[in-house]
């Protein structure tokens, strides 16, 4: 069996408008853009990718923004909410900061751990948890101090039809059941940063539709000598895993669980830093070498994400 996986390596949305989720990721949020580039199987789109200061496996958000894309609706079949892991003791400053942006939100106790729930400006559900063991982490140089600074992910719930069959798959993965309420169960790694996974069984739900606001994958951490067994792995299970597709800044297998979500195992290598030098990540459009040749036609169909 290969290693169990430590957490998760980032998490994939879909988006609207560039500039609006730049702004918002970057300014409100404090997350630091580290790499510019293209959705690699429709590069009409952007890849915009937001995380620490190097942009390190476990804190990496990242968007495809189609300008033209119609919201979708979260339901079973998706992630439904991504968590974000900051200190206990910046829960009042980040209460506040979301107050004075206009966003509104709640708070709520979950599992011992306090929860502050709002959406980013295409209705996507996001969480901040507060946790007094939060990692000191690498934060980026922005508007957000560094003792409040998003640490990375806590984790990620995921909304089930029926959550068996994922729940096998988390096992498989390394993850244990830790907790339980009502349709809400948790299950932990052990790793330090995305380690959390809550499955909301919840059968009279609607099916979730992509689009803006929703999910696109979540990708967990491997490396690559194990990459090649997992995906034995995922085909042991009755999964159809893709052949390992290289994305330049990891390598990629992705696979669709049971429950309809789209899962990537997603290496820890080459990272962020192979094609750009960590100082100046995203502050210009980097293209894989296969497709350095489409340079002029691809950024003439992209978007100014200058500030209107």
């Known amino acids: 069996m290969p290693d169990d996986i430590p957490g998760i390596h980032h998490v994939t949305a879909i988006g609207s408008d560039p500039r609006h989720n730049l702004e918002f990721y970057t300014e409100t949020l404090g997350l630091r853009l580290v790499k510019r580039s293209v959705n690699q199987d429709d590069v009409s789109v952007y890849h915009l990718f937001y995380g620490d200061h190097s942009g390190s496996p476990g804190t990496s958000m990242t968007f495809f923004p189609y300008t033209d894309a119609r919201p979708g609706q979260v339901g079973t079949g998706q992630a439904s909410a991504v968590a974000f892991l900051i200190p206990a003791e910046s829960l009042e400053f980040w209460t506040d900061r979301l107050a004075d942006a206009g966003v509104d939100a709640e708070t709520e106790a979950r599992f011992g751990d306090t929860v502050v729930s709002f959406e980013d400006p295409d209705g996507l559900p996001l969480e901040l948890v507060a946790r007094s063991d939060a990692p000191a982490g690498d934060p980026p140089a922005g ?3 560094d003792e409040h600074a998003i640490r990375g992910f806590f984790g990620v719930t995921l909304s089930l ?19 339980e309420a009502g349709s809400r169960r948790r299950y932990e790694s052990d790793g330090e940063l995305g380690y959390v996974v809550d499955l909301c069984e919840e059968p009279q739900a ?4 992509p689009g803006a606001g929703t999910v696109h994958h979540v990708a967990f951490r491997t490396t690559r000598d194990d990459q090649p067994e997992w995906r034995d792995v995922l085909q042991g299970q ?3 895993p893709t052949e390992i597709i290289d994305r330049k800044w990891f390598e990629s297998v992705y696979v669709r669980e049971h429950g ?19 100082e100046s990540l995203g502050e210009r459009l980097v293209l894989p ?5 489409r340079r002029d036609e691809i950024e003439a169909g992209l978007a100014d994400l200058s500030a209107e």
Request: aromatic residues 10%; without cysteine.
């Open 206 to 209: 609607p099916r979730g539709q």
């Open 143 to 145: 508007p957000v101090p």
């Open 238 to 240: 009755g999964l159809r």
């Open 289 to 293: 070498e296969w497709l350095e040749d």
């Open 161 to 179: 039809a029926t959550a068996g069959p994922t729940a096998e798959l988390l096992r498989t993965m390394g993850y244990s059941e830790t907790d």
């Open 260 to 278: 309809g979500i789209l899962f990537e195992f997603a290496t820890k290598e080459p990272g962020y830093t192979v094609d750009e030098d960590l």
